[in-house]
């Protein structure tokens, strides 16, 4: 998917929150907020947002003398997920098709990206977890979903968002384990999840845990290591949560389930959906094996 | 009032959805994006944010080759607020306290501003008419405002948008219409009532109409003709109407009523206040008098 132009006072808007977030500095910010103007102003508008996004804050981490400015925020929302979780975790094995359950807690925890909005409310995801438990999902979706991940010998679960990857470990504790590599980002970007992240919400013991080589809020195959890139080519079944791995991955020839919570107008308008609505969508190339099948009955 | 950091993915919004109202074309919309960004990349921040939307809208409309792209925006807010007039003109003389009740109606008038926000529907016009005749307005305010309307000589009624100004009717009604003077734009810019609009809303027919010299979505003096600069520098009270009036005159030292609804995070913080809030706020000229007069007491 590539950018829009509505995309463009976002990424402003963020790069702003981001200064705020690393330092009090009030001139840091304005030289930041200038200096992401001048990336836009000669933007490409083929590229993906999440290709912009990695740019911009690679800008922004430079100029804050900072590696990681959300490594706090990252921190707050795992500790917040893990208090959750043993609560989670029984509402998934007392609930009547624990699959389901744990594929809309994994939407859940979708909420927690400070890309879209810096300013979350431990509440906020709370009422989230609630409104996924009983929100809209196509059960039909979800059976397809199943089956894509029986039938599949090699799974790559595409994390997204520290805190989130929290609700991941739901989704994934129903996966053949033995089947399924989690993909973490190599360098932080944004909230997004990292190695760190990943031991943190206990995955590295219950599953190989890998990074794909690159710091992009999504994935950018061409900015990822040669070994992820040659896991992705050799996997046949890919769960990619979140934004960022729509944004990235909705135009590639795979088989790709996304998982993850409409939240910004943009993407929304993309996948056909309202703001705030929960989606799990097979991607083209999966929808025409279907189509095929189909035609061969 | 300065610029904040805030205002500039606001005003890189305001500029796409400028462009867009004004044409179909993208590339247009593009250029527009590329060239405001250029503009905010160097941007002084010791400006107030009117005198940047001044030189932003003039770039529009250069870019998109139309004067005047709200022009069919501000005759759909006259027209709905011509068509409420006869039942807010009955809610104002049927009312207790006919003048704070003009005085609140012309507060919910100032949420059609279609600079802080493009999507307005008439729905959101009637549901604030409905909060502000109930919101919370401050009765000694109220008072010492109707208290510096009886003093004054020479009252200035500066307008802000076309919409709004049917509303501002209600309560100029309620001056001394002979020693008024109502101000609008001398040029389009934004949805801002030019003289037009205050033809359309019958404000000619009751009361002196002139406009300020300028096309800033404000009260940028430096920018306004001599003549208006005389009146104001003559005039002994001024109704400022709206965020732009409050951005341009909160530090100039005359005595000043402030009569708006803050819209914006930025302007709520300069205020004091929560976005949302009804305002009637003397400026700091006219508290010095009331607290001088205090002291001789």
């Known amino acids: 998917m590539k950018i829009f132009l509505d995309c463009i006072p976002c990424f402003v808007r963020q790069a702003l929150d981001s200064a705020r977030l690393a330092t ?43 590696n990681d400015p959300y490594h706090q925020i990252k921190e707050r929302f795992n500790n917040l997920a893990l ?47 609630e409104q996924s438990l009983n929100g809209l999902l196509d059960d039909n979706t979800i059976q397809e979903f199943k089956d894509a991940v029986t039938k599949a010998e090699k799974i790559l ?56 080589g690159s710091d992009g809020p999504g994935t950018i195959l061409e900015t990822c290591s040669q070994t992820f890139r040659a896991r992705f080519e050799n996997a046949d079944l890919i769960i ?21 919570k409409a939240k910004c107008p943009v993407i929304a308008r993309d996948l056909g959906c309202e703001v705030g609505e929960m989606i799990l969508r097979k991607s083209k190339a999966l929808n025409d094996i279907v189509d095929l099948v189909k035609e061969s009955e």
Chains 1, 2 share one sequence.
């Not at 994390?159 to 989130?164: F, I, K």
């Not at 992240?197 to 794909?212: S, Y």
């Not at 990619?240 to 993850?260: C, R, V, W």
Request: charged share 30%; net charge negative.
């Open 83 to 129: 208090k959750l979780y043993p609560e989670l975790e029984e509402c998934v094995r007392e609930s009547e098709d624990s699959f389901a359950t744990a594929v809309r807690l994994a939407i859940a925890g979708n909420i927690i990206d400070f890309g879209v909005k810096t300013s979350l409310a431990e509440s906020d995801v709370e009422k989230t977890i």
């Open 240 to 260: 990619a949560k979140g934004q960022g791995n729509y944004e990235t991955l909705s135009n590639i020839d795979k088989n790709i389930f996304f998982i993850l």
């Open 24 to 66: 009090d500095d009030e001139q840091i910010h304005e030289k930041v907020m200038r200096e992401v103007l001048r990336l836009a102003v000669d933007l490409d508008m083929s590229q993906s947002p999440p290709a912009i996004g990695q740019q911009i804050h690679r800008l922004i981490r430079k100029l804050v003398g900072q």
């Open 157 to 212: 679960y595409l994390a997204d968002n520290a805190g989130e990857i929290v609700f991941d470990r739901l989704l994934i504790a129903q996966l053949p384990l033995e089947k399924v590599t989690v993909v973490v980002k190599a360098e932080p970007v944004i909230n997004d999840a990292t190695m760190e992240d990943a031991k943190t919400a206990g995955l590295t013991n219950i599953v190989e845990v890998i990074d794909n």
